[in-house]
């Protein structure tokens, strides 16, 4: 069975300085990786996502994200922080196995920019 | 281009009453997907329709029904809602359901059942 673990429910940043917010995955095959972005009573956005090739994914907004194969995580990053960005961060997967037909989402991550 | 519509966006329902989500998509997509989310759990698929004609089971179907109108529709029914029911809705679509494939979601349907 696939999984995502997003292991901070919050994370806490100040704006213009460097914000991470984590993931680390389980699937059966290659990994199909995705970041979607909740802002407050509205649906998710589509972020970023890996397939195959470069290690480092840039994405809207600024976003970028690092695959790591060796460690199975899928860290979304941002150089500067704005308060804009404060919302709800999902890390999704999807494998390439037999069965792994769903879309497998993380518990989300509650990003706060303080001005 | 809407992409993703659902209606309505808010709904109260009594236990055992019966309702059906609607969704649209305008993007020629061919899969669509029905998820729930509920605080600190994520999304949870709860069936999908890989194309029109088909529907398959996702990882929580019990309660749910739903029928793939169309191409462009797929609605949600609760034949009789309970309050483990309360929820937020969001239905999504996507080319054609491949591994690397992004799903587009809808804005979502907060449901409340007392």
């Known amino acids: 069975a696939q999984s995502v673990a997003q292991p901070e429910d919050q994370v806490n940043v100040a704006e213009g300085n460097p914000l991470t917010v984590k993931c680390t995955y389980s699937v059966s095959g290659n990994p199909y990786l995705f970041w979607y972005v909740q802002y407050p009573n509205r649906g998710l956005q589509f972020l970023l996502k890996y397939i195959t090739g470069d290690n480092l994914v840039k994405g809207s907004y600024g976003f970028e994200a690092e695959f790591n194969k060796s460690q199975t995580s899928f860290h979304l990053k941002k150089p500067s922080a704005l308060v804009s960005d404060s919302a709800l961060y999902f890390c999704?997967?999807?494998?390439?196995?037999?069965?792994?037909?769903?879309?497998?989402f993380g518990k989300g991550t509650k990003l706060s920019v303080i001005p | 281009n809407a992409g993703v519509t659902q209606t309505p966006k808010f709904q109260v329902l009594k236990t055992g009453q019966s309702m059906t989500l609607q969704c649209a998509q305008d993007m020629n997509h061919n899969s669509m997907y029905w998820y729930r989310q509920d605080p600190g759990m994520g999304l949870r698929l709860i069936y999908y329709?890989?194309?029109?004609?088909?529907?398959d089971k996702g990882e929580v179907p019990n309660g749910y029904n739903v029928s793939r109108l169309n191409k462009r529709e797929f609605s949600l029914r609760l034949e009789s809602a309970a309050p483990s029911q309360t929820s937020v809705y969001f239905c999504?679509?996507?080319?054609?359901?491949?591994?690397?494939?992004?799903?587009?979601f809808g804005p979502g349907t907060r449901l409340l059942v007392l």
């Open positions: 999504a679509s996507s080319d054609s359901g491949g591994y690397q494939e992004t799903q587009y």
């Open positions: 329709s890989a194309s029109e004609g088909t529907t």
């Open positions: 999704a997967v999807r494998g390439s196995g037999a069965g792994s037909y769903q879309l497998t």
